[in-house]
Nanobody, 121 residues
């Protein structure tokens, strides 16, 4: 059974940083792309960043240069370092399996329950 548990969210001022973690189990990072989606209040879920052995890393244009995705296969954990946060970064951040930004939500297979990030301006 695939399980994804996010942590690290919280309240931060604009310009600040947060590091999200996703503890995963039930599958191998070598077999699937994994990544982060987010949902801002009143908006649809959108892809933020994905990482895979085959395709490397990808970022949404809105976060490129500010966010860094990484994974530690020995710990089955994925991370998202978020720097220079903006108020539009507020939302629930989800860890997903089968992450491909060009396919959006429809390409994903499993989701965590999410962690709330609130950026105050």
């Amino acid at each position: 059974e695939v399980q994804l548990v996010e942590s690290g969210g919280g309240l931060v001022q604009a310009g600040g940083s947060l590091r999200l973690s996703c503890a995963a189990s039930g599958f191998s990072f070598d077999d699937y792309s994994i990544g982060w989606f987010r949902q801002a209040p009143g908006k649809e879920r959108e892809g933020v960043s994905c990482i895979s052995t085959r395709d490397g890393v990808t970022y949404a244009g809105s976060v490129k240069g500010r966010f860094t995705i990484s994974s530690d296969k020995s710990k089955n954990t994925m991370y998202l370092q978020m720097n220079s946060l903006k108020s539009e970064g507020t939302g629930v951040y989800y860890c997903v399996v089968s992450c491909h930004l060009r396919h959006g939500v429809r390409g994903t297979r499993h989701w965590g329950t999410g962690t709330q990030v609130t950026v105050s301006s």
